[in-house]
C-alpha cells in the first residue's frame, strides 16, 4: 500500500508531511520514558525483519492481486505503540529513499497509514481489548485477526481520501473505494494469521515481553539476546531467500487502480513539487525497484541476486536507522538530570 507521488498533491503530501512528523516527536516524547538498553536492539532487528517481510507479495486468490505484510501490528505488540510507530516510519523511509518504494511526496501519507492506525488505533482499542491482562493463543489469534483487518481497512479508506483530497481524476472516490476495501479485507485477513503467528511464537519464547510491553513498562532484567540472534536469522532467510518467491501480481493499491483506471500507475501532474521529489529519489534510490540499476534484465539468477541484495541491505539500513534512534533517544535519557 505504497503511494507513489503522482497520487497525491502537494498540497496534501505537505499535510501529511507535518501530521506524520508530529506523530514521530510525540512517539518519540513518550518512548523515552519506557525506552531501555534491552529494547533497543530488539526495535532494530524488529524494523529489520519488517522490511524484508513486506519484500515478500502473497497471492489472493482468485483476484489476480497480492498483499504483503503491513507489520504495523506485528510492531505494536512486541514494541509498543510507540516504539512501533517510529520503527515502522524508519521502514517506510528506507524503502522509499533508497529502492524508490513509495514517492517522496507521499512519504508522509505511507508512514501514516501503515503506522498510525494499526499502532494507534487498532492495537490500544481492539487487540489489547481482546486479548486483556492474561494472553492465550486463542485470544492472540482473535486479537491480531481482527486488529489487522480493522487497521488495514482504515489505512486502505485513508488512501482513498488522499487521492480524493489530490483530485486524482482517474480514480473516481466511489469505484475506487469499493474496489479498495474488499481487496484490502481478504489481505488484512492473511496479516492478522501472520501476525498472530509471529506473536504466539514469541509469546512462547518470552511471555513476559507481551506483559511488558501491554504494562507500558521497561523490559527490566530478563533475557532478549536468543530472541534478537533469532529474528536475526529469520530477518536474513527473508530478505535473502525468502523473497525471491513473491507474487507478481499487482499489489491490493495497484490492483484496485488497474480495475478504475486501468492502469496500474498513473502519470502525476508536472509541478515543482513532484519534478523535484522525483529528482531526489533518482539519486538517493540504490535499488529502485529491488532490482540492480545497471541490469540487463530477463537473467533470472540475477533478479534473484539482485532481490537477495536488496533485502539483505535494506534489513541493514533499516537494522542501522532504527538501532541510532533509539540509542540517541535513550542516551538523552540518560543525559537528563535526576531530581
Known amino acids: 500500500m505504497h503511494m507513489a507521488d503522482a497520487l497525491v498533491s502537494p498540497a496534501v503530501g505537505g499535510t501529511m508531511w507535518a501530521v506524520t512528523g508530529g506523530l514521530i516527536a510525540f512517539s518519540a516524547r513518550h518512548l523515552k520514558a519506557e525506552l531501555d538498553e534491552r529494547k533497543v536492539p530488539l526495535m532494530g532487528v524488529l524494523g529489520a525483519f519488517i522490511f524484508s517481510a513486506q519484500m515478500i507479495n502473497f497471492s489472493i486468490p482468485g483476484t489476480g492481486s497480492s498483499g504483503h505484510l503491513g507489520g504495523g501490528m506485528i510492531l505494536s505488540i512486541l514494541l509498543g505503540p510507540h516504539a512501533a510507530f517510529l520503527t515502522i516510519a524508519s521502514v517506510v523511509t528506507v524503502q522509499a529513499l533508497f529502492f524508490a518504494d513509495g514517492g517522496l511526496l507521499a512519504l508522509g501519507c505511507n508512514i501514516f497509514n501503515m503506522g498510525f ?194 533485502g539483505l541491505a535494506g534489513a541493514v539500513i533499516t537494522l542501522v536507522l532504527v538501532g541510532v534512534t533509539g540509542l540517541v533517544l535513550r542516551a538523552r535519557v540518560d543525559r537528563k538530570p535526576k531530581p
Open 117 to 310: 492506525f494499526p499502532c494507534f488505533i487498532a492495537y490500544p482499542f481492539i487487540y489489547k481489548k481482546v486479548v486483556g491482562a492474561h494472553a492465550t493463543q486463542g485470544r492472540i489469534l482473535t486479537g491480531a485477526i481482527l486488529s489487522a483487518l480493522f487497521g488495514l481497512q482504515l489505512g486502505a479508506f485513508s488512501v482513498v481520501l488522499e487521492t480524493r483530497c489530490s483530485h486524482v481524476s482517474e480514480l473516481p472516490f466511489s469505484l475506487f473505494v469499493v474496489l479498495m476495501q474488499p481487496i484490502h479485507l481478504a489481505i488484512g485477513f492473511v496479516e492478522g494469521l501472520v501476525t498472530s503467528a509471529v506473536v504466539t511464537t514469541v509469546w512462547k519464547a518470552r511471555p513476559e515481553l507481551i506483559d511488558t510491553v501491554a504494562s507500558g513498562q521497561p523490559m527490566g532484567s530478563f533475557p532478549t539476546k536468543k530472541l534478537v540472534v533469532g529474528l536475526a536469522l529469520v530477518t536474513l532467510l527473508t530478505g535473502g531467500v525468502f523473497s525471491w518467491f513473491a507474487s507478481s501480481h499487482p499489489d491490493g493499491l495497484e490492483w484496485a487502480m488497474l480495475h478504475t483506471s486501468g492502469k496500474e500507475a498513473i502519470d502525476g501532474p508536472a509541478d515543482s513539487a513532484h519534478d523535484a521529489a522525483g529528482k531526489i529519489q533518482e539519486k538517493t534510490a540504490i535499488l529502485p525497484d529491488y532490482e540492480f540499476k545497471t541490469g540487463t534484465g530477463g537473467e533470472e539468477s540475477e533478479e534473484l541476486f539482485g532481490t537477495s541484495v536488496a
